[in-house]
């Protein structure tokens, strides 16, 4: 494969940015060549995070890059979205412990 070629697939995904709506068969993503940094960082590289269900996953993500309260996330869901539910908050704590990352720079995990 040259560079600049172009491969097609589907991967489960919802946006980075919490605000922002979930990516469709249209859009086209882009593999960054600059690492994320910070908690971000920490957070992808964590083996206990890639060992978690894909909604604990993105709500974590959000969590670092929206910080939202607890109740202000954006559901995840087929018809009907849901936030996280206590034990997803749960887990995402979890997590960010064994990532090394402080919870307390975060709201819903005041």
């Known amino acids: 494969m040259s560079y600049g070629s172009f491969v097609s697939f589907s ?8 605000e922002l ?3 469709s068969e249209n859009d086209t993503f882009t593999i960054s060549s ?11 590289n964590s083996p206990d995070f890639a060992d978690e269900t894909w909604r604990v996953q993105q709500f974590a993500i959000w969590t670092i890059t929206d910080n939202p309260t607890r109740d202000g996330y954006i559901g995840i869901g087929i018809v009907v979205g849901t936030g996280p539910s206590d ?9 960010f412990v064994s990532a090394g990352i402080s919870t307390d720079n ?5």
């Open 11 to 18: 991967v489960d995904s919802a946006c980075v940015n919490m």
């Open 87 to 95: 034990e997803e908050i749960q887990s995402i704590q979890s997590v």
């Open 106 to 110: 975060y709201q819903a995990l005041q």
């Open 34 to 44: 600059v690492p994320a940094t910070g908690d971000l960082a920490k957070l992808l």
């Open 21 to 23: 709506g979930v990516p």
